[in-house]
């Protein structure tokens, strides 16, 4: 696994995350098997359902379904079917080292706390070439970036700041902030109950008013953080 050096106040990049064959590859990402996000609170739906399901997906596609499932004689096919996007990874590692090196980038308020959601919003915006200097313009994935309006899904912020924070080498006075992650809430517009999305849980009024209510509050509450990220 590569990971980042400290040498005279800065962080190095290894050679390899400038190379765009190799992070196109599955099995150069960190931790093939995603064990590093075992203690979220999704993880036993990471291979049906949920928000770690779909980050999986995203990175990995078909090269984790087959790593994980060959040694099992599985009646169904898994559903993972389609070529997976790793490079987004060391795209946010890259731009998240490009920020603690050069930290004049993004204004001091945000740079003192910085969160997945900074580190994707910087990275989403800025030219290719400023994060792949001597190699942009000699694979046509750097093209195809850089006409794209956004590289690497908000969605999963938290998640990729957990993945970088455990694999990467940051010193510990640089990690990327991060909160709990919590299970997904939404609401029934006709019976007025809320569930998680991943169906593991239900709330009405008439099975617990209390923790209805509770559940109400962390609904309301997404939804703005839901916004929030919607405009950054």
């Given at each position: 696994m590569t990971?980042?050096?400290?040498?005279?106040?800065?962080?190095?990049?290894?050679?390899?995350?400038?190379?765009?064959?190799?992070?196109?590859?599955?099995s150069n990402f960190p931790d093939p098997k995603f064990f590093h996000l075992r203690n979220e609170y999704d993880w036993e739906n990471k291979n049906d359902k949920g928000l770690l399901y779909g980050y999986i997906k995203h990175l990995a596609g078909t090269e984790y379904a087959r790593d994980i499932y060959q040694p099992f004689n599985l009646p169904e096919k898994p559903k993972r079917e389609y070529s997976g996007s790793p490079h987004a990874y060391f795209l946010f590692a890259k731009g998240t080292a490009t920020l603690l090196n050069k930290p004049s980038l993004i204004r001091k308020p945000y740079f003192k706390c910085l969160s997945g959601s900074d580190i994707i919003n910087f990275v989403n915006k800025v030219p290719i070439k400023d994060l792949f200097p001597n190699s942009w313009d000699c694979h046509r994935i750097f093209s195809r970036l850089d006409a794209s309006k956004n590289i690497i899904p908000m969605k999963y912020s938290a998640l990729y700041a957990r993945t970088f924070n455990a694999t990467?080498?940051?010193?510990?006075?640089?990690?990327?902030?991060?909160?709990?992650?919590e299970p997904a809430l939404t609401q029934c517009k006709?019976?007025?109950?809320?569930?998680?999305?991943?169906?593991?849980a239900t709330y009405t009024m008439e099975q617990n008013a209390f923790s209805y209510k509770y559940a109400k509050r962390t609904l309301e509450r997404q939804k703005a953080e839901r916004a929030k990220l919607e405009n950054l």
């Open positions: 990971r980042l050096t400290f040498h005279s106040g800065e962080y190095q990049v290894p050679d390899e995350w400038n190379d765009p064959e190799w992070i196109m590859k599955f990467s080498g940051v010193l510990n006075d640089d990690v990327i902030s991060t909160k709990d992650r006709i019976c007025k109950g809320i569930y998680e999305l991943t169906g593991s």
